[in-house]
């Protein structure tokens, strides 16, 4: 079974920056592409930053230039390494994967549990 776990969330400053790391684990698995979503309090979950198995990236208006995805393949992590950080940013952070889940035989999300980012003075 493939898992998803975000980690890095936190508090900060205004200005400041952060690295969210999502590992993901079980059964070795290789995603199509994968993703960080985000959703602000009382917001939909918007998409903020993907990536291809061919590290092509797409990045959201609101973070291009801020925020950088980024994988270790050999550890099986997706990195989302965030700095110039504004209180808009405050968000609770997913992990998305696009794969083959050979359970069901088909190709479908996976989503991590998320994590907290507060931005604040």
């Known amino acids: 079974q493939v898992q998803l776990l975000e980690s890095g969330g936190g508090s900060v400053q205004p200005g400041g920056s952060l690295r969210l790391s999502c590992v993901v684990s079980?059964?070795?698995?290789?995603?199509?592409?994968m993703a960080w979503y985000r959703r602000p309090p009382g917001k939909q979950r918007d998409l903020i930053a993907r990536?291809?198995?061919?590290?092509?990236?797409t990045y959201a208006n609101s973070v291009k230039g801020r925020f950088t995805i980024s994988r270790d393949n050999a550890e099986n992590t997706l990195y989302l390494q965030m700095g110039s950080l504004r209180p808009d940013d405050t968000a609770v952070y997913y992990c998305?994967?696009?794969?083959?889940?050979?359970?069901?035989?088909?190709?479908?999300?996976?989503w991590g549990q998320g994590t907290q980012v507060t931005v604040s003075a």
């Open positions: 998305n994967g696009f794969g083959f889940d050979s359970r069901i035989g088909a190709y479908r999300d996976f």
């Open positions: 079980g059964n070795i698995f290789s995603f199509n592409t």
């Open positions: 990536i291809s198995r061919t590290d092509d990236t």
